[in-house]
T-cell receptor, first 115, second 111 residues
Framework: NAGVTQTPKFQVLKTGQSMTLQCAQD?????MYWYRQDPGMGLRLIYY???????DKGEVPNGYNVSRLNKREFSLRLESAAPSQTSVYFC??????????????FGPGTRLTVT | GQQLNQSPQSMFIQEGEDVSMNCTSS?????WLWYKQDPGEGPVLLIA?????ELTSNGRLTAQFGITRKDSFLNISASIPSDVGIYFC???????????FGQGTTLQVKP
């Protein structure tokens, strides 16, 4: 049981390049989330998927797109990377049911630098 | 928008000391969660609180859901070097499951 996994762990892009960050969970969770973490800013929600087949914008969605490929996988795409997108990106999931329905579990993160 | 204030921003303590940090919100919520983030890792859930006045322990950690439902605190007793990290509070939205995070409290422990 690996929990939430993310790939890649590190990435360097040039301005204007595109890339997709991958996330998968093996806990049969319904909801999945993408956050970015910047110094002094805490964790900010980019996009989320409350259930398979649905996606919604979070607090900072501009410059990003997402795909909920199936119940396990939720990817984040940067179409044209900008230096302002240099950050650490975390994926999280939650079951959405039962007594622990609000608890989110995080992956190890992807450290992205855009030059 | 929702405001979640976490304090203190950072703490530098001696090993063995007790630690206290808290979060306050401008709104009432039904859930308080406390996470710890080790350097270079993702946040790990420490304690979840679901009821006003609830007091929950996890080893040397104790957290309480404030009776007004607008605040929560986390205490760490007898700190050890591996307690070093960033501690985040968060509260949840019942409709979407979205979490709002505090800015974090950075804890450093001197052996």
């Amino acid at each position: 049981n690996a929990g939430v996994t993310q790939t890649p762990k590190f990435q360097v892009l040039k301005t204007g390049q595109s890339m997709t960050l991958q996330c998968a969970q093996d806990m049969n969770h319904n909801s999945m989330y993408w956050y970015r973490q910047d110094p002094g800013m805490g964790l900010r929600l980019i996009y989320y998927s409350a259930s398979e087949g649905t996606t919604d914008k979070g607090e900072v969605p501009n410059g990003y797109n997402v795909s909920r490929l199936n119940k396990r996988e939720f990817s984040l795409r940067l179409e044209s990377a900008a230096p302002s997108q240099t950050s650490v990106y975390f994926c999280a999931s939650r079951s959405g049911t039962g007594s622990r329905r609000y608890e989110q579990y995080f992956g190890p993160g992807t450290r992205l630098t855009v030059t | 928008g929702q405001q979640l204030n976490q304090s203190p921003q950072s703490m530098f303590i001696q090993e063995g000391e007790d630690v206290s940090m808290n979060c306050t919100s401008s709104s009432i919520f039904n859930t308080w969660l406390w996470y710890k983030q080790d350097p270079g890792e993702g946040p790990v859930l420490l304690i979840a609180l679901y009821k006003a006045g609830e007091l929950t322990s996890n080893g040397r950690l104790t957290a309480q859901f404030g009776i007004t439902r607008k605040d929560s605190f986390l205490n760490i007793s007898a700190s050890i070097p591996s307690d070093v990290g960033i501690y985040f509070c968060a509260h949840g939205s019942s409709n979407t499951g979205k979490l709002i995070f505090g800015q974090g409290t950075t804890l450093q422990v001197k052996p």
